[in-house]
Structure formats: C-alpha cells, structure tokens
C-alpha cells in the first residue's frame, strides 16, 4: 500500500522520503489494526475481526474519534484524490481516481454520486475539502444509513448480479 501510495501521489514519479512517510503511515496502521482486531492475537487479521475492529472503532464517531492511524489513512488518501493539491476534491478528480479503481458504464451516474456528496457550501467553494472529505469518510464508515450521501465516497454504488 505505502508503495501505491506513493507512486500515486507521484504520478508514476518514486520519492523515497514520502515512501518512508506512507510506509510509516501503513505500519502504524497495520500495528493499530493488529490491536484492535487481532482478538485471538495470532499475528492474522481476518475478515471478520477486521470488520468487527472497524465497527467498535468508528460506528458512529466522528472523525475526530478514530484512532489516530486511520486519520493518517483517510488524510494521505484525501491527498492522493486531490491530484493539482489546491486542498479540494473537484469533480474531475474525483472521477478520475473512481475510473483507476472501479469499472464505470455511465459518466451520468458518476457525476450524480458526486453531486451527491456536495453542500451548498461545497459546491460555491468547487469541492470537497479535507474537513469535509474526512466528515464523509467517518460517515462512510460508521453510518449504518445506506442513504446516507457518505456511500458514494468511493464512486457510484453498482448492483451486483
């Protein structure tokens, strides 16, 4: 993941300083991870202990109240998606960073799930900010509410056949 990161962020382009800086994100990720969902402390996180870890950690918290591994995580993607680093996630990236990650069949309903996630205020400002882009990602992840404008974070939501 720290490689990923890092070769994202730089657009193809390896710097070794912020590789060390993703690789200790993801470390201390991982470590806290491993504290709070490795229940039977057998060095493996498994599926299951990893979702029960995330519900206990951020079902309905704030962003403010995730452990702090995990407001490194959502920072350092909230900087991956702002591609031009202005400190907003305007709607080209956003659909650029959907189209490096999912597959896509409508530009309609991609630009329709980020609307979805915009305010007003959002919207005069031109996008996403970090603050509001970690509201959203705290919501995400602990609003059980599949309304909730969060489930588009991450693109528009596709029925599986």
């Not at 590789?19 to 504290?35: G, K, P």
């Not at 229940?39 to 206990?56: H, I, L, R, S």
């Not at 659909?95 to 896509?104: D, E, M, Q, S, V």
Request: aromatic share 10%; net charge negative; hydrophobic share 40%.
């Amino acid at each position: 993941m720290a490689l990923k990161m890092t070769l994202m962020e730089g657009k193809g382009d390896f710097n070794y300083n912020r590789y060390q800086e993703n690789l200790h994100i993801m470390l201390s990720l991982w470590e806290e991870i491993a504290e709070l969902a490795d229940f039977n402390k057998d060095g493996v996180v498994t599926v299951e202990e990893f979702k029960e870890a995330v519900q206990k950690s951020c079902m309905g918290r704030t962003y403010r109240d995730f452990p702090q591994a995990m407001k490194m995580f959502i920072d350092s993607h909230f900087k991956l998606v702002d591609i031009n680093e202005d400190g907003l996630i305007a709607a080209e990236e956003y659909r650029y960073n959907c189209a490096t990650r999912i597959p896509l069949d409508s530009i309609e309903a991609l630009n329709e799930a980020y609307q979805s996630l915009l305010t007003d205020d959002d919207r005069k400002r031109g996008g996403l900010t970090l603050a509001r882009f970690q509201e959203l990602y705290a919501q995400f992840l602990g609003n059980p509410d599949e309304t909730c404008p969060a489930v588009h974070l991450f693109g528009p939501l596709q029925e599986l056949c």
